[in-house]
């Protein structure tokens, strides 16, 4: 018989006597979700010439003219004008465009660039240019792999001198004769080339967060640890 309380100080009653707790389950883990597998390559947007019914402008007919061959393709989309030019032939029709009385590309307003990893010439370098006389436009591009040379333009228009050192900077192109070729967004230790499209979102060797939520607990969590 188990021993009882009783309101006089006595044994215990069997009324009070405590129930002892039985062993709490062990929680399982959560489950883990499968890892997504990596995106696919995006695809290169198609390149449209001009419709039969559009006539070249001047500009671009002054340079087939002048340069047999060293027009690639010829691109027209949404009223804008573009040439894919070997990038061996790059400065001579660099040349042209700005000395020509018919062209007159007194002005490279950007340089920029696309990659497309799938191809084997992975990336466009783009080189905008503008007429202040004449008041007309053209993208002149170049098609180059990883270690692929791109002369640099600055010896035609030195305005490109920034810009072509931003696209070293950020997609790693193999710019050649550059007067001063070093990052200019990035510390100079950064690893890798952030624009690149296989470049990790977190930066270099983080874990790949495709879900935003999870990169702001993540980052509110770094914050709390170093505030304590």
């Known amino acids: 018989m188990t021993d009882e309380i009783n309101p006089g100080g006595g044994k215990p009653t069997e009324s009070s006597t405590v129930p002892v707790a039985a062993d709490k ?5 959560p489950p883990q979700p499968t890892p997504k597998p990596p995106p696919a390559a ?18 671009v007919a002054a340079l087939q003219t002048a340069l047999p061959g060293a027009v690639e393709h010829v691109i027209y989309w949404v009223g804008d004008w573009s040439v894919v030019v070997p990038a061996d032939r790059l400065i001579e029709v ?30 466009d370098v783009i080189y ?6 004449l008041r007309h436009r053209l993208r002149v591009k170049v098609r180059a792999g990883e270690t692929d040379p791109v002369p640099s333009v600055t ?5 490109a001198d920034w810009l072509e050192r931003e696209v ?21 230790e950064w690893q ?3 624009q690149r ?22 980052q509110n969590f770094t914050d709390e640890a170093e505030i304590e």
């Not at 660099?94 to 990336?123: E, G, H, I, N």
């Open 25 to 29: 389950p062990v929680a399982k883990p």
């Open 42 to 59: 995006p695809v290169e947007p198609a390149d449209p010439p001009p419709a039969e019914d559009v006539s070249l402008p001047p500009f």
């Open 94 to 123: 660099a040349r042209f465009l700005r000395d020509d009385s018919v062209t007159a590309f007194d002005y490279c307003s950007d340089v920029t660039a696309t990659d497309w990893p799938s191809r084997t010439k992975r990336f």
């Open 128 to 133: 905008c240019l503008y007429s202040i006389r």
């Open 155 to 159: 010896e035609v228009w030195p305005a």
């Open 168 to 188: 070293y900077d950020q997609f790693g192109v193999n710019l050649v004769n550059h007067p001063d070729l070093r990052r200019i967004l990035m510390p100079d």
């Open 192 to 194: 890798g080339h952030a």
């Open 197 to 218: 499209k296989d470049y990790p979102l977190e930066g270099p060797g983080e874990l790949l967060m495709e879900d935003p939520q999870d990169w702001l607990r993540l």
